[in-house]
């Protein structure tokens, strides 16, 4: 998930993705101040109204246009069927990042923030040029956006996806969880990889719960029975309400969102997460995928996806290298862990 946008008086090269490669006639247009919503041409000034810690490194930035523009459409539909990203600029260095914004908190009270807020979350490289510079910024600061770029388009037909995400890869992984809670009957699971249990604290793997029953109690039952809130405990510097960090409710609601009451009244979910931590010695292993690849019967219409996003290293371990050809970023031969499986109808794609 690297990108290098370079911002230079008058012209900018790209030694960026696809979605950038491809459209890097966009970007040699003059800004217009006619462009008043987020737009691809030109960068758009946000106000940066919040900035919420999720870890360590990593926080929530919320950013409000500073006209109130309304979203535009290419936004509403982006949100629809796609994985898409806005690109932020440091004005210093005329550089840009690209970053993936998150679905709206569907748990969050309405008056707290509005649905047409971008928000992002940002993780602080160390050294990084971008990240290091937003991270820096004070609330109420102006940050330029521009966007949307589509990553992936997810066509209607897809009913089943597993998604592997590495690190802030879970950023993506909302915005298809999002787009799937819109499709009856589709289905998908989240394999969530993290170097250390702060950026995750109170993640409970669903698998885990559903061979652990006493995990589906309140934390007070939890108290009663001893049963630790081990994240928690290891990061207390890191925000956690009932023993859960953002990131983690924010996916808790996501599954509430796509989940539904079957007749026998027990409840049907449609998204799981399972949760790995380098730290704790627990990664994704080839057998974790494989069990989640069945086949189809004849009435499971519809394709089948697993998406792979995170760092570089996450994407080339799980399905090998994406490629430059002609300028452009493209997914490459399918390698890595995921190459040497049988994933039987399942299409693989690298974000
Ligand atoms: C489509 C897409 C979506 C993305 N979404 C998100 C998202 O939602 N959230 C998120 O946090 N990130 C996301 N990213 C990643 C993001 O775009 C940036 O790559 C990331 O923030 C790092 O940018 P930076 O400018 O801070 O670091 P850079 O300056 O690009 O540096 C990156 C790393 O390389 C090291 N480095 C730089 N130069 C050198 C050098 N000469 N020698 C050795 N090491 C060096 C730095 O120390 C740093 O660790 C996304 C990327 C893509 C392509």
New binding site residues.
């Given amino acids: 998930?690297?990108?290098?946008l370079r911002i230079r008086p008058g012209f900018l090269v790209v030694f960026g993705?696809s979605a950038i490669g491809g459209a890097a006639y966009r970007f040699l247009k003059a800004p217009s101040p006619s462009d008043a919503s987020l737009n691809p041409h030109s960068f758009t000034p946000y106000t940066l109204v919040d900035k919420q810690t999720v870890s360590p490194s990593?926080a929530i930035f919320t950013l409000r246009h500073s006209e109130s523009a309304r979203e535009p459409e290419s936004v509403q539909e982006a949100w629809v069927r796609s994985v898409w990203?806005v690109q932020a600029k440091?004005p210093q260095l005329q550089?840009a990042?690209?970053?993936?914004p998150l679905p709206p908190r569907s748990d969050a009270p309405a008056a707290d923030e509005t649905s047409e807020d971008v928000r992002?979350?940002?993780?602080a490289?160390?050294?990084?040029?971008?990240?290091?510079y937003l991270h820096a910024l004070p609330e109420n600061a102006t940050i330029e956006l521009r966007g949307p770029?589509i990553?992936c388009e997810l066509p209607h037909d897809i009913k089943e996806v597993v998604f592997l995400a590495g690190g802030?890869g879970i950023?993506?992984a909302m915005q298809v969880a999002q787009v799937m809670g819109r499709r009856t009957g589709s289905k998908m699971c989240i394999l969530w990889a993290n170097r250390r249990r702060d950026e995750c604290v109170g993640g409970v793997s669903d698998e885990h719960i559903l061979a652990n029953p006493v995990h589906q109690a309140g934390s007070w039952w939890r108290g009663l029975l001893g049963i630790s809130q081990p994240a928690a405990q290891e990061a207390p510097q890191v925000p956690v309400s009932g023993g859960q960090g953002v990131i983690v409710q924010e996916l808790e609601a996501l599954k509430e969102r796509n989940s539904f009451r079957t007749r026998e009244l027990s409840v049907h979910q449609e998204l799981s997460v399972q949760y790995y931590v380098d730290d704790e010695k627990k990664v994704i292993k080839p057998a974790d995928i494989a069990k989640r690849l069945h086949d189809s019967t004849p009435d499971q219409k519809g394709s089948k996806l697993i998406l792979v996003s995170g760092p570089d290293g996450f994407i080339e371990h799980w399905a090998g290298k994406k490629l430059w050809i002609g300028g452009r970023e493209v997914q490459g031969p399918l390698g890595g862990a995921l190459g040497q499986m049988d994933l039987k109808d399942w299409k693989v794609f690298k974000?």
């Fill in positions: 998930m690297n990108r290098l993705s990593s990203s440091q550089i990042r690209a970053y993936t992002l979350l940002i993780r490289e160390a050294g990084g040029e971008v990240s290091t770029n990553e802030t950023a993506p974000l």
